[in-house]
C-alpha cells in the first residue's frame, strides 16, 4: 500500500495568525497533521522550513513550506472548491483582504506590546507600550463601526474576513482582559458572540 504523506502544519497554541490557519483548514475540511513547536526550544524545527523562524509554516505534502498565514489561508481556500473563504470576485476579494489585513495588523501591535511586558520592568519602554496599544484601540474602532448593522464582514456572507477578526479579537482577549474592549466596541462584540458559537472557533479557542 503506498504511504500518502499529509500536510503538517506548525504552530504554537496562541498564534492568532496560526488559529487563523487552522480555522481555514477546518471550514474547508481540509485534512493536516498539527505540530505544536516551542519557538525557544532549541530543538525547534520552524527555522528549517522558515527562515525567519515564525509560525505557521505549512509544510506541503511534497515536502515545500509556505509561510505566512496570508500565503496559507489562499493556498487552503484554493485547494479545495468548498465554500470560497476568499471570494473570487476582484471587489469583494479586496474587501475581504482589507479586513484581514486590519485584523492582522491590530494582532501585529498587541504581540508587540505583549512581548514587551514581558521584559524586566527596567527594560520596558512604557512609550512604546502606549504606541502599539494606542493602534490596537484605533483598530479596533474602526473595525467596530464597519461591522455596524452587519451579520457577516463582506457581502453578508462568511468569510476570511470573519475569521481574521475573530482571531484577532480572541488574542486581545486572551491577553488584554483589562482593556473590556467588549463594553468598548460592542458591535465587534456582538459579532464576536456570532463566531465563538461556530465549531472552528470552539475547536482553536487560545489557552490562557
Not at 104 to 111: E, H, L, M, R, Y
Not at 120 to 143: C, H, N, T, W, Y
Not at 178 to 202: C, E, G, I, M, T
Request: charged fraction near 25%.
Amino acid at each position: 500500500m503506498k504511504h500518502i504523506n499529509i500536510m503538517k502544519l506548525l504552530y504554537t497554541i496562541n498564534s492568532p495568525y496560526a488559529r487563523k490557519v487552522r480555522i481555514v483548514a477546518l471550514e474547508k475540511h481540509v485534512e493536516m497533521d498539527l505540530q505544536e513547536v516551542v519557538l525557544s526550544a532549541p530543538d525547534c524545527p520552524v527555522k528549517n522550513y522558515n527562515p525567519l523562524g515564525k509560525v505557521p509554516v505549512l509544510i506541503l505534502d511534497d515536502g515545500d513550506s509556505l509561510y505566512d498565514s496570508r500565503v496559507i489561508v489562499e493556498y487552503l481556500d484554493n485547494r479545495t472548491p468548498l465554500a470560497h473563504l476568499i471570494p473570487h470576485d476582484n471587489g469583494s476579494k479586496t474587501a475581504v483582504r482589507r479586513w484581514e489585513a486590519l485584523a492582522d495588523g491590530i494582532c501585529d501591535a498587541a504581540v508587540a506590546a505583549m512581548l514587551e511586558e514581558r521584559k524586566p520592568v527596567e527594560q520596558q519602554s512604557q512609550a512604546f507600550i502606549e504606541k502599539q496599544m494606542d493602534k490596537v484601540m484605533r483598530g479596533l474602532g474602526v473595525l467596530n463601526l464597519d461591522i455596524i448593522k452587519k451579520k457577516w464582514c463582506v457581502n453578508e456572507t462568511f468569510s476570511l474576513a470573519d475569521i481574521a477578526v475573530g482571531c484577532a479579537l480572541g488574542y486581545i482577549d486572551l491577553r488584554f482582559k483589562y482593556l473590556n474592549w467588549q463594553d468598548k466596541f460592542p458591535n465587534l462584540a456582538k459579532h464576536y458572540s456570532l463566531l465563538v458559537k461556530r465549531p472552528s472557533f470552539k475547536q482553536t479557542m487560545p489557552v490562557a
